[in-house]
């Protein structure tokens, strides 16, 4: 796998259903995409929790454009909730990463009239299968690569079915510790993806 990918292009992967050979839960994968972009720049250090999400007072070095643009847009309006920051650009974040992945060849785009509609295909799917052991790896082990916990929380969270497909008593015994270093971007994502959830169903 290409050394470069970022958490949010690995969550992208991640969210292939090899079975039915599409990307699954493209709803909730939005705002787990964007919630993976925060958590990427909160374990670089580039952003910081102090009530609301703040640029560090050291923001050099963040070199993927996805994670810069996200930081630009932070450092323009520091102190907004995370909640805030899942929501926004959720839909162009989605958009993003396929471009990325697409343009090294990772996943070929198809796009059915316009842009906005898009068949995606993954034509060597050894990533997809190594990202999914090293989610599956993480749920296991007392103590994960942080990045591979980061990537198990959010995928869990947006109930991506390479996470859904294992057991779930451990994934709720397991689930909590690997959230911790990730603050409260996993509490935020979560949040969002119920008031989702609860306006698609009309409050019921």
């Avoid at 470069?4 to 292939?16: D, E, M, N």
Wanted: positive net charge.
């Amino acid at each position: 796998m290409n050394d470069s990918t970022t958490l949010p292009q690995r969550l992208y992967l991640l969210a292939y259903d090899t079975g039915r050979q599409r990307i699954a839960r493209r709803f909730e994968l939005r705002y787990a995409l964007r919630a993976a972009v925060l958590a990427e720049l909160l374990l670089r250090g580039h952003i910081v929790d102090r009530d609301g999400a703040m640029p560090a007072e050291r923001t050099g070095g963040c070199d993927d454009p996805v994670l810069r643009a996200a930081l630009t847009e932070i450092e323009a309006a520091p102190g907004q909730s995370w909640k805030h920051w899942v929501r926004a650009g959720h839909r162009s974040v989605e958009r993003a990463i396929r471009d990325q992945l697409g343009a090294d060849g990772r996943i070929t785009v198809r796009h059915h009239f316009g842009p906005r509609r898009a068949t995606i295909t993954v034509p060597d799917l050894q990533p997809v299968l190594q990202i999914t052991n090293d989610v599956r790896r993480a749920l296991r082990e007392d103590r994960p690569d942080p990045a591979d916990a980061a990537l198990l929380v959010l995928a869990d969270a947006a109930g991506l079915p390479a996470v859904a497909a294992t057991d779930k008593r451990v994934r709720e015994q397991r689930i909590d510790r690997p959230a911790e270093p990730l603050g409260p971007v996993v509490p935020a994502l979560r949040a969002v993806i119920r008031g989702m959830r609860a306006a698609a169903s009309g409050g019921s």
